[in-house]
């Protein structure tokens, strides 16, 4: 690493902790294209720094500052989240945070394979379910930055992208002919599923990656880790690959008193599918753009098919 | 039906990648020589699909309008699905096998 960044990496630490430490050579875990994930220790201290990357934001992400306050808030309010140091406004240039690095497995497709995991699988549709609770309980004047989020949003985005995509307006269709009554929105966690929760054997570690935290009927939160694409290959296991989904809403409405029904869970699955089509589409527009050049961004745009065929299938089911 | 990148576009991502990310770090002389064979390969097939005349979505688009507005007849579902199915033989052949 060059000498300088090195430099601005004790220096952001030392702020971020409020006192002086050794650091270790930090080493980048993931170069997304809007952030970085630092891993570095300080005097043996497990810590993660993340960092604004070079490029335009997502859109209706928060920005690294709001970020930073919603896992403040969070971990202050009792959610298991990476303990927050502090957010330092330009390390070698750019925005960035330091907050504990938590040990486990993240990767999706490992926490719903490991035999390793087998029994915290077992455990983690109610610890989800706590954990989300908890999320939905942080008074939304703690956050005054958060928006509310509308179905008419993926509509813009989908109109952006300007390509026709028949299978996505019918889900749209559908979900405006089918509305149930609208719940009291929540601060909400915007991305919760497999694959941004740290999981080790003894179960849930962590909740990650808040940039799209919002304001939100809280059963979209609830469905959106049912989506299927999010299963990573375990189909059958409707909640993340992981479990069945029954435990989990038992939970979640014990705690919360909301009394989701089950039709709820499947109205809002619908939606998380086609909200994740419509990202396909937009995540392949970065490189088509030229924004962000990846062959992983474009193959998307073919992929996005799959979740498609899934919203077929699911409407299908409803018909039925 | 075309859709987005065209067969054309992943061509250009997969050679930017190739040659980009994967060239860089070759240091053994015969694998870098076959890695530019390869790539030139891509450029072949670049031109050969850049000659090819481009797709016409007008019957897609017109659907996606249709439904947009609200004109959803019975059939369309079928219709769809059937569409999105065709696609996925090019994008994604063993997903469909994952529909017991």
Request: glycine share 8%.
């Amino acid at each position: 690493m060059i000498a300088d960044v090195r430099e601005a990496f004790q220096a952001a630490v030392t702020e971020a902790l409020g006192r002086e430490v050794e650091i270790s050579e930090p080493v980048l875990l993931a170069g997304g294209a809007s952030k970085e994930a630092w891993a570095v220790d300080a005097d043996g201290e497990p810590l993660l720094v993340r960092r604004a990357a070079v490029g335009v934001i997502h859109r209706h992400t928060l920005s690294l500052a709001h970020e930073f306050e919603v896992l403040r808030a969070a971990f202050e309010t009792g959610v298991k989240v990476p303990r927050p140091y502090g957010y330092v406004a330009d390390l070698a240039g750019r925005e960035a945070f330091v907050m504990e690095r938590l040990e486990g497995e993240t990767i999706g497709r490992r926490i719903v394979q490991k035999p390793e995991l087998e029994a915290a699988r077992g455990l983690l549709p109610a610890q989800l379910a706590e954990e989300l609770a908890k999320v939905h309980a942080i008074p939304a004047e703690r956050l005054p930055f958060l928006t509310a989020a509308a179905i008419e949003r993926m509509v813009e985005e989908l109109d952006e992208v300007d390509e026709p995509h028949p299978a996505i307006e019918l889900g749209l269709w559908w979900l405006r002919e089918n509305r149930p009554p609208a719940r009291q929105p929540v601060v909400c966690h915007g991305d919760f599923r497999i694959g941004n929760v740290v999981v080790d054997e003894h179960g849930l570690v962590g909740l990650l990656d808040w940039e799209f935290a919002h304001l939100d009927d809280p059963v979209r939160d609830l469905s959106f880790g049912l989506v299927r694409a999010w299963r990573f290959g375990m189909d059958s296991r409707r909640l993340g690959g992981i479990g069945d989904v029954e435990p989990y809403l038992e939970r979640y409405n014990e705690l919360t008193g909301l009394e989701v029904r089950p039709e709820e869970l499947d109205y809002w699955e619908l939606a998380g599918n086609v909200a994740w089509a419509i990202g396909c589409l937009t995540q392949a527009q970065r490189h088509l753009s030229g924004l962000d050049r990846s062959v992983e961004l474009a193959i998307l745009g073919r992929l996005g098919s799959e979740v498609e065929y899934e919203i077929c299938h699911l409407l299908e089911r409803a018909a039925a | 039906m075309s859709e987005r990148p065209t067969a054309q576009e992943l061509t250009e991502a997969i050679q930017e990648f190739l040659g980009g990310e994967i060239l860089p770090t070759l240091t053994d002389h015969r694998l870098r020589f076959r890695m530019l064979v390869a790539m030139n390969a891509l450029g072949i097939v670049y031109r050969e699909l850049a000659a090819l005349p481009a797709e016409d979505d007008a019957e897609q688009r017109e659907l996606a309008r249709r439904i947009r507005a609200g004109d959803v007849p019975p059939g369309t579902l079928a219709r769809v699905k059937a569409d999105v199915e065709a696609r996925l033989h090019i994008a994604s052949p063993r997903y469909l096998e994952r529909y017991g």
